[in-house]
């Protein structure tokens, strides 16, 4: 776990990422050409590949700020995943709470749910078309050092 935030210049890629992946949501396959266009590419480093891989995802790297963004989506269901090495778990739920505000999500505590050892906090809404799952991490387990990341999921039915 990340104990010292990364710079607000950094922070501000990670925050752009993911309100990319909120605004495209559950457009995944126009959400990854959107961050293509705004400078990520698909890393290169083995062992992002080999995660991407296992999870069936791609993994975009913003080459100037260490920003990954994981996309993923099998059927209806589609993840966006936006973390970076340093990110702290405060500001993983800094990334995680403009999804929170859009879907208008409840916490999981809320809807009767308990907190994942991991999660710092996560919210969800289940509606007759979709289901929305947002989660702000301690830590993600893609990257080499101590860092955090936010996750958007979404089921369409």
């Excluded at 210049?9 to 559950?26: D, H, K, S």
């Excluded at 400078?39 to 920003?67: F, H, N």
Aim: aromatic share 6%; charged share 20%.
């Amino acid at each position: 776990m990340s104990a010292e935030p990364v710079t607000a210049e950094r922070f501000a890629v990670a925050e752009a990422a993911a309100a990319t992946c909120g605004a495209m949501a559950p457009n995944w396959a126009g959400l990854e050409v959107q961050l293509k266009a705004a400078g990520y590419v698909e890393t290169d480093d083995a062992a992002l590949k080999a995660a991407g891989r296992r999870e069936g995802a791609v993994i975009l790297e913003d080459p100037t700020s260490g920003a990954l963004v994981l996309i993923g989506s099998r059927g209806g269901e589609g993840t966006c995943i936006v973390g970076m090495e340093g990110l702290t778990p405060q500001q993983s739920y800094g990334l995680a709470l403009p999804w929170v505000k859009s879907f208008d999500l409840q916490t999981i505590v809320e809807r009767g749910q308990g907190l994942a050892k991991n999660a710092v906090q996560a919210w969800g809404r289940l509606e007759p078309d979709r289901d929305v799952y947002v989660a702000a991490y301690k830590t993600w387990d893609v990257l080499d050092g101590p860092g955090a990341a936010a996750r958007l999921q979404m089921s369409i039915r």
